[in-house]
Nanobody
Framework: QVQLVESGGGLVQTGGSLRLSCNAS????????MGWFRQAPGKEREFVSA????????YYAESVRGRCTISRDNAKNTVYLQMNSLKFDDTAVYYC???????????????????WGQGTQVTVSS
């Protein structure tokens, strides 16, 4: 069973930055496509960003494009989400997700992912 553990969330003022991390307990992490999603109170879980297992492909939701950067360190079994210029609407629980199929893809929907972390809270104060 693969475990994903997110960290790095917290309380930040509008305009601030956070870097989220997700560590995976998977021997073959380097072949996992990874993604970040978020869920605000009363809303559905939504896609934020994805990175292919090679790291050569990335994709962002329109709402965060230009403000966020996804990256990965396969030697550390970790994927990151650097978030800058945070807005009040970025407030949500952020989830890390893993697609272990080994196909070189950018996965953009919740159904594409097999494993999920427990989430880390990001709160942006206005």
């Amino acid at each position: 069973q693969v475990q994903l553990v997110e960290s790095g969330g917290g309380l930040v003022q509008t305009g601030g930055s956070l870097r989220l991390s997700c560590n995976a307990s998977a021997r073959t992490f380097s072949r996992y496509n990874m993604g970040w999603f978020r869920q605000a109170p009363g809303k559905e879980r939504e896609f934020v960003s994805a990175i292919s297992w090679s790291g050569g492909g990335t994709y962002y939701a329109e709402s965060v494009r230009g403000r966020c950067t996804i990256s990965r360190d396969n030697a550390k079994n970790t994927v990151y989400l650097q978030m800058n210029s945070l807005k009040f609407d970025d407030t949500a629980v952020y989830y890390c997700a893993a697609d272990p199929t080994g196909l070189l893809r950018l996965r953009l929907t919740t159904n594409d992912y097999t494993y999920w972390g427990q989430g880390t809270q990001v709160t942006v104060s206005s």
